[in-house]
């Protein structure tokens, strides 16, 4: 088998060109001269599996296409390119025939429209759109890492409207930069554009597409060969997860980050940093599957590691924990496990100053808020609700949980101090 004229063949490109990775694999089946059952056995599947795999490509299940790619070797350009994820033009041609109902745009747009979320149905679109087909480059001067922490800010300040209109070039821009030479850096700050664009619709609810976004940000770690990458694509793949009622996979995907990131042997802060954050969101995802103890006993470690963390982290940090971050995700954890009183202790001593950013002081009164209703106490939900609003409106505005809870207010406690002023601050109903 000549590898290099395998995956330059006329077959290979038209799978390219037709976005069939599964059709690629059969290729590389093919061309080693495997049979179903021989990359079954490498990849520990059955024979049918793997034909399912090579029939349905882009809907496979994401771990098996990607441990049959690797298993038939194909070069990861070509790969990406198959995927959608790359700004080659033929990434761009649509398949012969009519397009499936679901990767209609238009028919998208109507869906978004439908929702009747707070954040405009337009930009949802732009950013579905975007990961569907990989937008021309922008153009821009300016530079990538500048933009990049530039987005970044508008989602530390709640502006998560703005970071969504962004997001379609930011994506397109950091692709084609990614794309001829597939240098370390460049993937790894794909990878890292993807991870925010997961972050942001996971936050107002899209799931569908952020785990789009979480895939590819982590193909693009893989690639890079970044461990703090792949921890941060990793996180945002599990949160997705444990949000499609898929617990195990979550598991499974945040406990390989903290053994990945564990190995790097935690020399610097930011290694620390994304230990300590590994093990705060190890330890919600089980508390939302319900394991107590392993739950309890990951969030204490998360408070040791981050113990020598300093209070306020260094500016651009991937991962900025600190202590008290560690503290607001005991809030969740025991909120989660169903405690709303341990979950208030937790968060007894927790303090606005102790957070650098719009979007956390606004997640801390939310999650407090959030503990306060789980314990029927209406008036301190209202109050937490109300301060979550005054530093970072989008947290309650474009947040569907929290968006029911102002809804539950509303209908239940009308005449609660504050609840009017709070509906008034969410908008609309769905």
Known sequence: MNAVRLWVSEEARCCVRQQDPGGLIRI?????????????????????????????????????????ARAVEIPAHVLAASLGLTGFP???????????????????RRLLTATGLAVPASLLAGVSDALA???DPTGSPVPLDSRLAAARGLFDAGQNAELLRVLPGL??????????????????????????????????????DSRLAADRAALYAEWSGSPLAAAAAARELSIV????????AAERHILDAVAKVEETGLRTDAQRSAYAQMLCTTSYTAARAGARDQALTMIRDAALAARALPGVSPRGRLFPITPAAVDLY???????????????????????????????????????GRAWWQWGK???????????????????????????????LRSRHPKVTGVRELVAAAGPAE
């Open 330 to 368: 005991s809030v969740g954890v025991h909120w989660a496990l169903g405690d709303a009183g341990a979950a208030l202790e937790a968060g007894r001593g927790l303090r606005e100053g102790q957070f650098t950013t719009a979007e956390r002081k606004g997640r801390m009164h939310t999650d407090l």
């Open 171 to 208: 994506l397109a821009d950091a692709s084609h930069a990614a794309s001829p030479a597939h240098e370390e850096l460049a993937l790894a700050r794909l990878s890292t554009a993807y991870s925010l664009a997961g972050r942001v619709l996971t936050k107002v609810g899209r799931y569908g």
């Open 241 to 248: 997860l444990r949000h499609q009622d898929q617990p195990a």
């Open 28 to 68: 590389g089946r093919v061309g080693r001269g495997w049979r179903l059952e021989d990359l079954g056995a490498r990849i520990g599947c059955s024979a049918a599996t793997v034909s399912r795999l090579e029939r349905r490509g882009r809907k496979a299940d994401f771990d098996m296409l990607m441990s049959a």
């Open 378 to 408: 209406a008036e301190q939900t209202a109050a937490e609700l109300l301060s979550a609003v005054r530093v970072s409106p989008g947290e309650v505005r474009d947040r569907p949980a929290i968006r029911q809870i102002v809804s539950d």
């Open 133 to 135: 087909s990989i937008p």
């Open 90 to 108: 033929a990434t761009r041609v649509a398949p012969d025939g009519p397009r499936c109902a679901e990767e209609d745009p238009m028919r998208r």
